[in-house]
């Protein structure tokens, strides 16, 4: 586990939160110096800062650290996959950016399948179906990294909702999990949309 990530994302939310939860009222962060940023963010959420690392975090849980700042995308992505006949259904495919229209369309064995919250399966439902694939892994980091994961998201998302039900399943439930598609999804995540045709 690279340290340097640990603190970036223990010590610096401004770089990696939502655009949503990085908007605090009265103060325009975007013209603060960083480290005060990063700071008001910290005190605007109660975010603890004591680093009750555990060195014998999980390989999985590790993986979730190192793509940290990709997280909402490749939940969106697994989510995409978990959504698909759903998504296909209701005419969204080209409402899709390239990218995920790709990954959508890439054939893998076991699919794990999802149904969306809502008749009409919405951004925050792509997300909720991609985060019930991740939650067990990221249930299992220390407290303080896992109350920075709703900070990637926008408002309207709770992933902390999934967390703790995977949290309570860890021990017995681990069938969401994929890891060929988590890894596929990160690697479509790394994919530049600029270099796409």
Known sequence: MNPVTVLNIMYAP??????????????ALDRCPASIANQLLIDHYGLETRIDFEPNIDSVARRCLDHWKRLPRICFLIGVRRLRAALI??????????????????PLQADATAAP???????????????ECIAAPLARLPSA??????????????????IRHAGGQIATDDASWNPSLFSLAVNYALVDHSTMP
């Open 14 to 27: 401004y770089a990696y939160a939502h655009p949503e939860r990085s908007a605090l009222p009265a103060i």
């Open 145 to 162: 990294l896992r109350q920075r994961v709703p900070l990637l998201y926008p408002k309207a998302f709770d992933p902390l909702r999934q």
């Open 89 to 106: 259904e209701q005419r969204r495919y080209f409402d899709l950016d390239p990218i995920a229209q790709r990954f959508m369309c890439v």
């Open 117 to 131: 919250r809502s008749p009409r399966a919405s951004d925050v439902d792509v997300l909720a179906a991609g985060i």
